[in-house]
């Protein structure tokens, strides 16, 4: 009768006819056993292979007794893989050696010569212990991308506009359904804003809400970022990983800047979303999740269909919901009202007492086109917060400051009272007009990723 094999062994003994008579019976029962008589070859193997039980000997040749050699390469094995599961082969009549090496992170032990149906069992029980163990890893790593999105402020949305209305009275639609969403809107927007707002308001807000920014991920790394990889699946694959689509399960997936995904990898994506299952990268054992998808992107997506830049499919697949956030600049009558909502975030936050934005710099930001959008506006009022010994915010505030009137200030600095952060600013100020506050084709320009290119924004104060 054929049996359902699952599980990968690594059996590390010096006694070679130990190795062939153990491999011969083990092949029966499990997928994959490989032995090998010098444990020195370990670490190679462990990265070559994700081995489920790894079988060790406690006493080679080189140190017959005591089981120091032994106790070497668990360590060896446990530093590697801290949830490698190890059985450790024994002589009869040391059993002392085995619970101490149990105590140092063995699993469990065999004692030589042994019965196979005795081995058999131990190695039964041992895989299990190996699956749970990387259910657990999985669970820990869902549980810290809940603990990351709970340290997260939620932020209210501020907008009165009848634009901002309209969004809102759509997110309530469709908040409780599972539909997928596109959300499509300039730098600064607040996509990212909407999209935990719709988790917040399903079904799925116990849930993790996972983001995945898809603007600042080298391409390389996509497929493993989404769909996760087993271990030597490429070179820096040093363990078995969950991708966000697994840890998103039974959750909200928010893929930020979905225009960046490469064609090759549009397949793939559109693949998972209707078979609702992951392969992870290096197997091809699909995997179900159960996820909502929510993305974002500031890129034209219907314009790149037409371009055969994105997949139609794709997109259709995407967007059974779109909103459409628009840019500050056409909802200037929420000026007033985000600013006084950034104003009194800041103030608490810095200890000021700044109780409002006068009359004149509302006018004045009101006449601004914000390329940067609300993130510019914000920004622009946590800097006047800390530098203001105001009650009331001024223009002088705000658009005296280099940022808001780059410009000018550019031609009046000559080269030589400059130091390369200074330079640098310049370059990330003259980028971002060009490119009319789109972050992507600025960082582009720059040679830079996204992430770094806001690491440097937040750094300077731009
Ligand atoms: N309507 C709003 N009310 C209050 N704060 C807002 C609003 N919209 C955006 N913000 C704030 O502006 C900042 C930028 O928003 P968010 O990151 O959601 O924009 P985004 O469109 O996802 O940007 P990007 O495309 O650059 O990733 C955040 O700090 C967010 O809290």
Redesign the pocket.
Known sequence: MKENRSGKLLIIDDNEDLLKAAKIFLKRHFEQVDTETNPGLLPILMVNEQYDVILLDMNFTKDVSSGQEGFYWLDRILEIDSSAVVVLITAYGDVTTAVKAIKEGATDFVLKPWENEKLLATLHAALKLRKSKIEVNQLKDQQQQLLQDMDRKF?????HSASMQKVFDTIERVAATDANVLIL?E???????IARAIHRNSKRHREAFVGVDLGSITSSLFESELFGHKKGAFTDAKEDRAGRFEQANKGTLFL?EIGNIPMALQAKLLATLQNREVTRVGTNKPIPVNIRLVS?T?MALHTMVHEHKFRQDLLYRLNTIEIVLPPLRERMEDIPL?AD?FIEMYSKKYQKDIRKAGEALIKRMQKYHWPGN??EL?HSIERAVIMSSRNVLQPEDLFTQNHLAPEKQEELVSLEHLNIEDVEKILIRKALQKHNGH?TRAAEELGLTRSSLYRRLERYGL
């Open positions: 932020k209210d949305i501020i907008g809107g730098n600064g927007t607040g996509k990212e804003l930020d974002a500031n985000l909502h609300i993130r914000q972050i």
